[in-house]
């Protein structure tokens, strides 16, 4: 067998993205805004002068352009063009189709209230032979659920309400950013404790217009332990994000070794 039939028999076999995001509500309109998605950097000055420069930039750009149907050496600007013609829906399902993805396991808790919905997704992918997975986030949830409950007790009743039958829910995983925002060094925190610390919160909160984000170490790793508790009998799969992640990371607080 050549290289080339091999290629066309893996070509065949459906893949599962075990680790995704859905699409933004907002297009796409300029360069600068569409190199935002290379890099996990919010500087300004790595999307103007450094991600082009990058080996996944340009390879990325060659794949892209293939996958819209063009030839010849990409332009960005009809690549703008081809994918605001396709619309989300579109580009999703051509996306799909081209990578022969046979499920995705999506993550709904990052950039949430910019983003499609499960039901959109479900909605993009109708008769397509890909179910999509909704995968909860543990601490963006969690926050949600601090806005709506600014009293420790009425929280943590939803939030243990929140995590039971969370496959009558629809929910396939469970997902925590617990290295992210505070650490892998999980340590027994007690309920009064955990009380305390949420006071703290949202009384600080109180004081700013900013949305809420969880980094309490008390609090998160209360949380986190409550809730394996919870799901530990229910059969889910619980996914520990590690490493490089939000900006703000201390990679050794990260490290899951």
Same mark, same amino acid.
């Given at each position: 067998?050549?290289?080339?039939?091999?290629?066309?028999?893996?070509?065949?076999?459906?893949?599962?993205?075990?680790?995704?995001?859905?699409?933004?509500?907002?297009?796409?309109?300029?360069?600068?805004?569409?190199?935002?998605?290379? +890099?996990?950097?919010?500087?300004?000055?790595?999307?103007?002068?450094?991600?082009?420069? +990058?080996?996944?930039?340009?390879?990325?750009?060659?794949?892209?352009? $293939?996958?819209?149907?063009?030839?010849?050496?990409?332009?960005?600007?009809? !690549?703008?063009?081809?994918?605001?013609?396709?619309?989300?829906?579109?580009?999703?399902?051509?996306?799909?189709?081209?990578?022969? !993805?046979?499920?995705?396991?999506?993550?709904?808790?990052?950039?949430?209230?910019?983003?499609?919905?499960?039901?959109?997704?479900?909605?993009?992918?109708?008769?397509?032979?890909?179910?999509?997975?909704?995968?909860?986030?543990?601490?963006?949830? $969690?926050?949600?659920?601090?806005?709506?409950?600014?009293?420790?007790?009425?929280?943590? +009743?939803?939030?243990?309400?929140?995590?039971?039958?969370?496959?009558?829910? /629809?929910?396939? $995983?469970?997902?925590?950013?617990?290295?992210?925002?505070? /650490?892998?060094? !999980?340590?027994?925190?007690?309920?009064?404790?955990?009380?305390?610390?949420?006071?703290?919160?949202?009384?600080?909160?109180?004081?700013?217009?900013?949305?809420?984000?969880?980094?309490?170490?008390?609090?998160?790793?209360?949380?986190?332990?409550?809730?394996?508790?919870?799901?530990?009998?229910?059969?889910?799969?619980?996914?520990?994000?590690? $490493?490089?992640?939000?900006?703000?990371?201390?990679?050794?607080?990260?490290?899951?070794?």
């Amino acid at each position: 067998m050549g290289n080339s039939d091999f290629t066309l028999k893996l070509n065949e076999i459906p893949v599962i993205d075990n680790h995704c995001h859905p699409p933004l509500k907002s297009s796409i309109e300029t360069e600068s805004e569409f190199k935002r998605f290379f +890099t996990e950097s919010f500087d300004p000055r790595i999307v103007s002068s450094h991600v082009q420069n +990058t080996l996944f930039y340009p390879q990325s750009l060659r794949d892209i352009n $293939a996958m819209l149907g063009r030839g010849g050496e990409p332009n960005i600007e009809a !690549i703008l063009t081809e994918r605001n013609l396709l619309g989300t829906a579109g580009l999703v399902r051509r996306i799909v189709q081209r990578a022969n !993805i046979g499920g995705m396991i999506v993550d709904f808790g990052y950039q949430a209230d910019d983003s499609h919905s499960v039901d959109d997704m479900r909605g993009m992918l109708q008769g397509l032979d890909c179910p999509c997975l909704y995968v909860l986030r543990l601490e963006t949830r $969690a926050e949600q659920l601090m806005i709506a409950n600014p009293d420790f007790d009425r929280f943590m +009743t939803a939030f243990v309400l929140e995590f039971t039958n969370l496959r009558v829910k /629809g929910v396939a $995983a469970l997902k925590s950013i617990i290295a992210y925002r505070s /650490g892998l060094d !999980i340590q027994p925190t007690t309920e009064s404790q955990a009380a305390e610390a949420f006071n703290e919160v949202m009384a600080s909160q109180k004081q700013t217009e900013i949305p809420l984000r969880l980094t309490s170490k008390t609090l998160l790793d209360y949380l986190i332990v409550e809730a394996l508790n919870i799901v530990s009998t229910q059969n889910i799969p619980v996914q520990f994000h590690t $490493a490089l992640g939000d900006t703000d990371v201390d990679l050794l607080k990260a490290n899951p070794l």
